[in-house]
């Protein structure tokens, strides 16, 4: 009897949305806009986490820097040495880079000595950050004043792959005799450590361990980075999120303002339909049935735009606000996902907020005597 | 049977521009018969109609129906009443515009939730008697005033309701179809229905077929022929 019922009521409803396709229409276009801003958010956001975490799956389980005075400084090559001693290091190696601001195109670049790639001297591999920025390509000469005003040419032997572009737009591969000579890097020193260690499980102890051993380093763990950089996108999620609240409260007014703005020609539907012999609760049933099915396209239509928007589209709107932190935008195309989890939460933030501000307006339209047809 | 004791109807009750629609009615009204309610504008003739109808609750006095006194049934139990007892003709049809004459028949049974097939098959074959089975997938606004009328009469009785309720039917109708509307009213008594009609068309009140009429005046019984 209830579903009989039910599926009497949703075949009216999609019948009166139907009738009234003008102005359901608006409505449809609005939720599925307010739907499609706040789902790219969330999709975008998601995507970049799940990029950065599988760009970090090859990064090193530790990394040991050495502070004095609180502040970052240079490790000495004798610490390799002493983390030598702690149980359970399967690997450590010395670290150089730094961070170079090229006037020229008013950016930061990351200079690096890779530890697995030879390097010819006078030679770089650049990130396609910096050969957008430069307008570079392989075989181009990049031209680069250190800190003492002295110029180097550097020849571009190679660019990175896009693949890696979060986090590698902005990064130059140079030789180690290079670096250090551009940047009057003392011998025998790295900027920090990184280690291997055999069992994950025990990645904490030996952090703990290196503390102990070498009280003026610090041991950042992959976890923490990888932590650091969720953080870093909810937060700017977070605060575009916070950004778009205003719309959804805009849509909430416009969602009470046009359900409270019934026509007469409404009204007078709700009274005839309650004198045939229609309850309230039928009425209503009838109203929270037209508003579940705008509700749901909106959101399925809303879903599907954000979803082109960013994994077809590369999120053309979202770039300047959630991509990477340099200043130069990385470029490249997020691997699709979608995560049920997130998708019930937009359903939270969109559906329930529609439907509270629907049912008063509806219970307010539902309730009218029925008799107001005979008079 | 449906008995009016001492009912009284006021519409902004308590208020300065406090109106009595009907003031001090009582009547009983046998079932399976005619019955006009005759009476010039604002006599209190749609008002009645509506408190028997069980569309509104008096505000003094009692509605008996079979001797349950209805009167003070909450809301739900007016519309269970309503729509398993009574079938409405109103004055202007109030047909749904932009859904079928089909639909249009159909909605009143939607509550009941009954079968499909049933629900469809009965409105059918109204439609059929009322000789429109034709028009049944038309949309409502395409009809002529005495076509939409005979929807209007068949929605009426798709519950099939005991009694009939027509306010002022032959309002929009020209002599012609007032008297096929006659003919309805004479065809539904005839199975046993109760009809109660209002209305101050002479060719109504002095029809043969009329079994009681019952004149109004300023919401008050004038006197009951």
């Known amino acids: 009897m209830f579903w009989g019922r039910q599926r009497y009521l949703i075949d009216f409803a999609l019948s009166s949305l139907w009738r009234r396709k003008g102005r359901h229409l608006l409505l449809l276009v609005v939720y599925t806009l307010v739907v499609a801003a706040l789902a790219s958010v969330m999709l975008f956001t998601e995507a970049l986490k799940g990029e950065a975490r599988q760009l970090l799956a090859g990064t090193p389980e530790v990394v040991i820097q050495r502070m004095v005075a609180g502040r970052h400084d240079l490790v000495p090559e004798q610490y390799l040495e002493r983390i030598g001693r702690v149980r359970g290091v399967r690997k450590k190696a010395g670290r150089l880079w ?278 | 049977m449906i008995e009016l004791i001492d009912v009284k109807k006021a519409f902004n009750h308590h208020r300065p521009n406090e109106h009595w629609a009907v003031n001090g009615v009582s009547l009983t009204l046998e079932g399976n018969r005619l019955t006009v309610f005759q009476g010039p504008s604002g006599s209190g003739k749609t008002t009645l109609l509506t408190l028997i109808g069980c569309l509104a609750r008096p505000t003094s006095g009692r509605v008996r129906l079979d001797g349950k006194d209805v009167s003070g049934f909450p809301e739900r139990f007016l519309t269970e009443i309503r729509r398993g007892t009574f079938g409405f003709v109103f004055q202007q049809y109030h047909l749904l515009r932009g859904i079928s004459v089909l639909e249009n028949v159909m909605l009143p049974g939607y509550p009941a939730a009954p079968r499909y097939g049933t629900l469809r098959r009965r409105a059918l074959e109204l439609l059929e008697r009322f000789e429109l089975a034709h028009k049944a997938h038309a949309k409502v606004e395409w009809l002529s005033g005495g076509e939409s009328q005979r929807v209007a009469i068949a929605r009426a009785l798709i519950n099939d309701p005991a009694v009939v309720i027509a306010d002022e039917p032959t309002a929009h109708l020209d002599t012609a179809l007032a008297k096929g509307f006659l003919t309805i009213a004479e065809e539904l008594r005839a199975q046993g229905k109760t009809l109660m009609i209002s209305s101050h068309d002479p060719l109504v009140c002095e029809a043969p077929i009329v079994d009681r009429l019952v004149r109004l005046r300023d919401g008050r019984l004038a006197e009951s022929a």
């Open chain 1, 98 to 375: 730094g961070y170079y601001y090229d006037p020229t195109v008013a950016a930061n670049y990351t200079l690096m000595v890779p530890p697995e790639r030879h390097i010819a001297e006078g030679s770089v591999v650049v990130g396609e950050g910096i050969a957008r920025a430069r307008g570079a390509s392989v075989g181009d000469v990049l031209a680069l004043r250190s800190s003492v005003g002295e110029v180097f040419p550097f020849r571009i032997d190679a660019i990175l792959s896009a693949e890696s572009e979060l986090v590698s737009a902005d990064l130059m591969l140079v030789s180690e005799v290079d670096f250090r000579r551009f940047f009057h890097f003392p011998a025998g020193h790295y900027t920090d450590l990184v280690l291997e260690v055999a069992n994950p499980r025990e990645v904490r102890k030996v952090a703990e361990k290196i503390a102990l051993a070498l009280p003026d380093s610090r041991p950042i763990l992959r976890e923490e980075i990888l932590r650091t950089y969720a953080s870093l996108f909810d937060w700017r999620e977070g605060l575009v999120l916070t950004a778009l609240l205003g719309a959804v409260f805009a849509f909430g007014i416009f969602a009470w303002d046009r359900a409270a703005g019934l026509s007469a020609e409404e009204r007078r539907e709700i009274g005839v339909l309650k004198a045939v012999g229609w309850e309230t609760s039928d009425v209503i049933a009838l109203k929270l049935w037209e508003g579940a099915l705008v509700s749901l396209c909106a959101f399925l239509l809303g879903y599907l735009l954000a979803y082109l928007h960013v994994f077809t589209f590369s999120a053309g709107a979202l770039t300047p606000l959630l991509k990477g932190w340099a200043v130069l935008y990385p470029q490249f195309t997020l691997a699709p996902q979608v995560d049920l989890f997130q998708l019930a939460t937009l359903f939270l933030i969109t559906v329930v907020p529609y439907t509270a501000a629907i049912l008063i307006p509806l219970w307010q339209a539902a309730v009218a005597d029925p008799d107001a047809v005979m008079r």
